[in-house]
C-alpha cells in the first residue's frame, strides 16, 4: 500500500489481482482439495467415483423412461448433470464464501475477491475430476467427436467468469444479509427442473419461454452441446455472452461499491 | 519522512442484530412503514463510533504503543492502519511495505503437512511463490521441527504448533510492522529465540506500531506511547510518559520491585 488509496482504487487493485495473482486463489482452491481427501484411500478420486456411480445409474435407468436410446442418453446426461454439479454447487457455496472466511478478512490483507475465487476454483477442481467420468463414458459408447468439440474451451472460459461475477454478487450481499442462503438453495432446485439436464430440450411442447428465460439453460447448453456433436444456435451463444457481460459489470459494481463495508459486516 | 499519518481517523462501525441481517425482516417492515406508525421491528443498526478523530504522524525509527482498556479502539485502530478497515470519515498516508502481525495461526489447515502449511501461510501473507521458497528453508531451521515438517499439523503439539506458527509469521520483513496482542511463546529455549525475533523485526521496521495491555512489552519496544479511551485520543507522547499518566507504570515498578 503506498501513498493514500481510495476505496475504489483498492477495489479495482483487488479485481486486477484476479488476473495477476491467480496463483494465490488457484493454490489455495488446490490445498483446500488436498486437505479434504488426505486421509482416504483414492484421495480426490473418489469424488470420480461418486459421480461416475450416480451419472452411470441415472443414465441407464431415466433413459428407459423417456424412451431414450442409452446410447445417447446416458452421454447427455452424464455432462448435463456434470456441469449442473459445477454451477449448483458454486451457487450455494458462495453464500457462504465471505461469511466463513472472516478470519482471514479481518486479519490479513489478501484481496477481498480472492476468498470468492478460492471457492470457484475448488468447485471448478471437483469439475475437472468429474469430466474423467466423460472420458470414461466415451470410451464405451464412442460417440462422434468433430472440431465443434473445441468450442466447449471458449464456453468453459464464460461460464466461469459468469458464474465467479455471480458468485460475487451473491457473497456480497450474503454476508449482510444473512437470511439469504436458504433462498439460494431453493433456487436452485426450482434451476434443477426446469433446466434441460434430465430432459432434452426438443422435448419440450409447451413452456419454451422457460429455456428463453432461464439463464443456467443458455450456460449449460454451450458447455454440453459441442461435446456431444450437437449443434449449438447463435442465439444460445448471444445468450451466453450477454449473461457474462452483464453478470461482470454487476459484480465489479457491487464489489466496488461494498467492498469497505464488508470488513464490518462480515 | 512521514512513514504513516492518520488524519482525523474516525471509525463507525454498524451494530447488526440478528433481525438487522435479515433480508425479510427489513422488507416486511418496510411494507409496514407504509402506514404511517411507529413501529419498533428490531431491525434498526446501531452504530458505535469506535474511533473519533484519531491523528497521529509516525516517522522512521517511530516505535508506538497503543494503551487503552478492552474497546478503547486499540483493534480497531491496527486494523484502520493495516487497511482492513475503511475509516468513515479521515484519511491515512502509508508510505512503505506495510506486515500486519494479527493471528498467529491465520490460514493454517490441520491435514495439510508443516511444509505445505508455510506455502499456505506465505500465500495468505502474500508472498510470491518464489519468495516463500527462499524462505522455506530458514523458517524450517528457525522452527527446529525437523522431519515433523512433513508430518500432518494436527499430529503437533501445542508448543510445536506455535514454533511453526511463529516462525512463519516473523519471516518477512517490512518497513511498516504492526502487531496486535503478540503472544509469548513456546517453552523457554525457544521463547529466547523469539524474543531474539522480535527484537529482530522490531530493529529492522522503520515504523512499529503495538497494541498491547502488558506495559513491560511497550517499555521494551516502543519510545511513543497513544492512550485511546473511547475511541478518542487521550495521551500521546513519550512511552514513558503516557504510560505514567495511564496509571501503568506504578504496576510495573511494582512488579520488578517485589
Not at chain 1, 35 to 42: A, E, F, G, V
Amino acid at each position: 500500500m503506498n501513498g493514500s488509496m481510495t476505496e475504489s482504487t483498492r477495489a479495482k487493485q483487488d479485481l486486477r489481482q484476479i488476473l495477476t495473482h491467480n496463483h494465490v486463489w488457484r493454490a489455495l482452491a488446490a490445498a483446500d482439495i488436498r486437505s479434504k481427501y488426505r486421509m482416504s484411500t483414492l484421495g480426490s478420486f473418489w469424488i470420480t467415483l461418486a459421480t461416475g456411480t450416480l451419472a452411470l445409474s441415472i443414465g441407464l435407468i431415466y433413459g428407459q423412461f423417456f424412451g431414450q436410446d442409452i446410447h445417447s442418453y446416458l452421454p447427455y446426461f452424464t455432462v448435463s448433470y456434470i456441469t449442473w454439479m459445477f454451477i449448483a454447487t458454486v451457487l450455494n457455496d458462495c453464500s457462504n464464501s465471505l461469511v466463513a472466511a472472516g478470519n482471514l478478512i479481518k486479519s490479513s490483507q489478501m484481496p477481498i475477491v480472492f476468498h470468492v475465487l478460492r471457492s470457484v476454483q475448488r468447485n471448478f477442481i471437483v469439475f475437472a475430476h468429474n469430466a474423467v467420468v466423460v472420458v470414461l463414458v466415451w470410451m464405451f459408447i464412442r460417440w462422434p467427436i468433430g472440431f465443434d468439440a473445441l468450442l466447449v474451451i471458449p464456453a468453459m472460459i464464460l461460464l466461469f467468469v459468469f458464474l465467479t461475477s455471480t458468485a460475487i454478487t451473491i457473497s456480497v450481499i450474503c454476508v449482510r444479509y444473512r437470511d439469504i442462503p436458504p433462498l439460494i438453495q431453493v433456487i436452485t432446485q426450482f434451476l434443477f427442473f426446469v433446466t434441460p439436464i434430465i430432459w432434452y430440450p426438443e422435448q419440450l411442447r409447451f413452456g419454451s419461454v422457460i429455456l428463453a428465460l432461464n439463464p443456467i439453460a443458455y450456460m449449460l447448453m454451450i458447455i454440453r452441446d459441442p461435446v456431444l456433436g450437437r449443434p449449438v444456435t447463435l442465439e444460445t451463444w448471444l445468450g451466453a455472452i450477454l449473461l457474462t457481460v452483464v453478470s461482470t459489470a454487476v459484480a465489479m459494481f457491487m464489489y466496488r461499491r461494498f467492498r469497505s463495508r464488508i470488513a464490518y459486516w462480515v | 519522512m512521514a512513514l504513516l499519518t492518520a488524519e482525523n481517523i474516525t471509525v463507525d462501525v454498524p451494530i447488526l442484530s440478528v433481525r438487522a441481517r435479515s433480508l425479510r425482516s427489513l422488507a416486511l417492515a418496510r411494507a409496514r412503514a407504509v402506514g404511517g406508525q411507529i413501529v419498533d421491528t428490531g431491525t434498526n443498526v446501531n452504530i458505535v463510533r469506535a474511533l473519533d478523530n484519531v491523528s497521529f504522524q509516525l516517522k522512521e525509527g517511530d516505535r508506538l504503543g497503543l494503551i487503552g482498556h478492552n474497546g478503547a479502539g486499540k483493534t480497531t485502530l491496527i486494523r484502520v492502519l493495516a487497511g482492513i478497515y475503511t475509516p468513515t470519515g479521515g484519511s491515512l498516508r502509508v508510505e512503505g511495505k506495510l506486515i500486519p502481525m494479527f493471528d498467529i495461526g491465520l490460514g493454517f489447515d490441520e491435514e495439510l503437512t508443516g511444509n505445505e502449511n508455510i506455502s499456505l501461510r506465505g500465500l495468505v501473507m502474500g508472498l510470491s511463490p518464489k519468495e516463500i521458497a527462499a524462505r522455506a528453508d530458514e523458517i524450517a531451521a528457525f522452527s527446529e521441527l525437523g522431519e515433523y515438517l512433513n508430518l500432518p499439523i494436527r499430529t503437533y503439539s501445542a508448543g510445536m504448533m506455535l514454533r511453526l506458527m511463529f516462525s512463519i509469521a516473523t519471516c518477512v520483513r517490512g518497513d511498516i510492522v504492526l502487531m496486535d496482542e503478540w503472544i509469548a511463546v513456546g517453552d523457554a529455549n525457544f521463547r529466547e529465540k523469539a524474543q531474539q525475533r522480535t527484537l529482530e523485526i522490531v530493529g529492522n521496521a522503520g515504523v512499529l506500531v503495538i497494541a498491547s495491555h502488558d506495559p513491560d512489552t511497550l517499555l521494551r519496544h516502543c519510545n511513543i506511547g497513544l492512550h485511546l479511551e473511547r475511541g478518542r485520543v487521550k495521551d500521546f507522547g513519550p512511552i514513558q510518559e503516557v504510560l505514567a499518566r495511564a496509571g501503568q507504570l506504578q504496576k510495573v515498578r511494582r512488579d520488578s520491585v517485589s
